[in-house]
């Protein structure tokens, strides 16, 4: 299900339009791929929000390859902690302010939970998350909506983005430049899906590959169950391009990735997705780029099972709050100390 962009709402279709030139900057500064590092140490080319990422030397700017870059809560698997993204700094001096500020017209951190100061972003609420609630509200199901906001206000949920957003704790921009039409990337696809076929004939998925950077086709294997993702698109591109596909591969279908979309998925079933393509027999432009949010819950942040990394001290020692302290049931903390944590939560 999703909204084309003839469907969305005018006026958040106008916020996710600035908050897009916001993060890539100027058309004349960009370029199709990651920021490169010039001889003096300062970064041009890419987006601006990479570009200050690279300039405030944030060592996990990125989520694995590609260009995505993590704007909401992030999630360490092994230890189980859910902390803000780093690349949101604890720099205050210019560079770190300029990267919140792109930031913040992307996502907004409500405070219903503690956390550091440099983090503590007091946003607009109209960006990709004010979008994704709305189309929510027109197509989930009633009783699901309500489900899902009896369980955001039983954990105390941090609200990522607008103080309406009860569902999506995390947000994953990506970057894709515009391809060529005899670039290959419908032909990556195609052999996804025959490797998927394949899939549920043998039953197994052993020696699955990564087909290339927007072929891929995969699993969301940590979202939660019960939540759909939501993709929203808003691209930049030269007349007549293809703004690409999303892929829904188990069922047969795909959704247009044209303009200011949203598209909503379960990141439970098998996706890809393609690049945009620019029109026959041209190439592609520096400043053409598609940017696109990925909102999603994953399990184990919506269940209150992590560890929240509420704050740094100055020797790098970070505050921790374990699931057992904030729960009344647990047989680990007095009563009096719960109460204490949860009007702390309220209050802040």
Known sequence: ???????????????????????????????????????????????LLERLGHELKVETLYVKDGRSLNVGLTLQT??????????????????????????????????????PLSHKFMLSPQSFTAAAMWGANQC???????????????????????????????????????AEHDSGVFLLLLLSLIIHLLINLLHTEEGLEELGQFGI??????????YLSCFGVASTLQAGSQGGRFHCLEFGGFACLDGVSLTYFSGLRRHAGTPPL???????????????????????????TTIENLASMPNGTAIHLSPEMADPRSVYYPMSTVAWLSSILQQV
């Not at 500020?101 to 939970?113: D, M, N, S, T, Y």
């Not at 432009?285 to 999603?296: H, T």
Request: charged residues 20%.
């Open 1 to 47: 299900m999703g909204y084309s962009s003839g469907e969305l709402d005018s006026v958040l279709k106008e916020n996710i339009v600035h908050a897009r030139e916001g993060l890539l900057g100027p058309p004349g500064e960009r370029s199709t791929s990651r920021p490169v590092q010039n001889p003096d140490g300062s970064f041009q080319g890419g987006s």
């Open 78 to 115: 092994i230890p189980s902690i859910s902390a803000p993204a780093a690349g949101g700094g604890k720099d205050d001096g210019p560079l770190g302010q300029e990267n919140r500020h792109i930031r913040r017209e992307v996502a907004q951190v409500c405070p219903k939970l503690t956390l």
């Open 140 to 178: 989930f199901p009633r009783q699901m909506l309500q489900n899902l906001e009896d369980r955001s206000e039983l954990l105390n949920s941090v609200r990522v983005g607008c103080h309406e957003n009860y569902i999506w704790p995390t947000i994953q921009m990506n970057l894709a430049a515009s």
């Open 217 to 226: 086709s995969h699993f969301d294997t940590f979202d939660a169950r019960g």
């Open 278 to 304: 620019c029109p026959v027999g041209k190439h592609p432009l520096s400043w053409e780029v598609r940017v696109g949010g990925v909102l999603y819950a994953p399990q184990r942040i919506v269940e209150g």
